[in-house]
């Protein structure tokens, strides 16, 4: 017999998934293992202008173009294989088969024993402007000098951070209270933990921001690419060590560049780090760093290079837009700011991933001493 105190938890289960899922205000939708549309909430239906009509059931062509299809399957693999991918730049079909501009958080499901059974779908709509303006950098500038009302995207950028780290606060330290008191029923605990682990990579997302808001303008001075190389390699010495990474250095003369030492450890720790993280696991982990002038190209380069799973077509058509990431804790903001101050510098980055695995991101500066 079901008694009112068994039904409570079902009633009160099932109004969190209202909550959370069907009237959020954050467009979601959940997909099978097979990529067929499960289930879709209120604010999907009406972005894509489905209110009304059901597409339980239909595969996700209905929602995608022709075109696009191996690329979207590509890309729940890669959610698959890592847990997520966040922020990832897509076209999806509405229903009067016009294009709505996303960016797409896809999260893989898994049933108890671990296996990818379905993928809940995050839908941010990106307007025609952000658009075309994440796709050039350039276009990106210009957007930012428009802004005359603040002098620069850095103020922009520190006040916003600012105000949101107070209340980022509040959120993390209740939902820490919430998770630790005893006697708490089992969803009141996931809840908090979901909470916490969301306003924990929030923070992380706002420190970053704040911190390169913070360092001002690049003040560059002669300097060594190679002393750069050793000093961020200085401060990641233990990591490489404890993850039983090999590294190998290469590096052949090269003339000082003008470079912000700052700046440039910062973009060489998160590179190196990065390496890392896609070796974790490995027995045989090895991270290469080479640096010398190239004769052809009139360049410096500091290149670091990696023996881990490399980059497939669709996470390196990604690689450089802000919050683009495929680690569950990841900001997706490492190498979106390393081009930004490889642009300060009046230098490039280029990434590549060899068919046969590995990574291997180079830094290239033009203004030698
Ligand atoms: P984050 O590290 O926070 O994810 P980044 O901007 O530094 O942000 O990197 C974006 C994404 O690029 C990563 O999530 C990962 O998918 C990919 N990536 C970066 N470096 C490597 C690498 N060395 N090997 C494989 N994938 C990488």
Redesign the pocket.
């Known amino acids: 017999m079901i008694t009112k105190k068994d039904t409570a938890p079902h009633a009160l289960q099932r109004s969190l998934f209202n909550a959370i899922f069907f009237n959020a205000q954050e467009p979601m939708l959940v997909l099978d293992k097979d990529l067929n549309v499960l289930l879709m909430n209120a604010a999907t239906l009406k972005l894509l202008g489905w209110a009304g009509q059901s597409l339980d059931g239909k595969p996700v062509s209905s929602l995608v173009l022709e075109k696009d299809l191996k690329e979207f399957s590509d890309m729940a693999a890669l959610a698959a294989r890592?847990g997520v991918v966040r922020n990832y730049r897509f076209y999806m079909l509405t229903a009067s088969r016009s294009i709505a501009r996303l960016f797409l958080t896809v999260l893989a499901l898994k049933d108890d024993k671990g296996e990818v059974n379905g993928f809940c779908l995050y839908l941010s709509p990106v307007s025609p402007d952000e658009w075309s303006a994440l796709k050039d950098p350039h276009v990106f500038k210009n957007a930012a000098r428009k802004l005359n009302r603040l002098t620069s995207i850095g103020q922009l950028t520190s006040m916003f951070a600012h105000d949101i780290k107070n209340p980022l606060h509040v959120i993390l330290s209740t939902s820490e209270l919430l998770r630790a008191q005893e006697g708490q029923p089992d969803q009141v605990r996931t809840g908090a933990e979901l909470i916490e682990r969301n306003a924990r990579r929030a923070s992380k997302i706002v420190k970053t921001l704040l911190d390169f808001s913070r360092s001002g303008m690049c003040r560059l001075e002669p300097y060594s690419v190679h002393t750069a190389a050793e000093s961020a390699l200085e401060l990641i010495d233990s990591s490489l060590k404890s993850g039983k990474v090999a590294v190998e250095k290469d590096c052949g003369h090269a003339p000082k560049v003008f470079l912000d030492p700052n700046y440039i450890h910062s973009v060489i720790y998160?590179l190196l780090n990065?390496?890392l993280?896609?070796l974790a696991g490995r027995h045989d982990g090895r991270i290469r760093i080479s640096c010398g002038w190239l004769d052809a190209e009139q360049e410096v380069f500091l290149t670091i290079t990696?023996n881990?799973?490399?980059?497939e077509a669709s996470?390196l058509e990604n690689?450089f837009q802000p919050f683009?990431?495929?680690?569950e804790n990841?900001?997706?903001?490492?190498?979106?700011l390393a081009r930004q101050i490889m642009d300060e510098h009046g230098g490039r980055i280029i990434a590549s991933s060899p068919a046969g695995g590995g990574?291997s991101?180079s830094l290239r500066f033009k203004k030698t001493v």
Do not use: R, V
């Not at 881990?308 to 980059?311: K, L, T």
């Open positions: 890592n998160n990065n390496a993280q896609a990696d881990g799973p490399g980059m996470i690689l683009f990431t495929t680690k990841g900001t997706g903001l490492g190498l979106y990574a991101i």
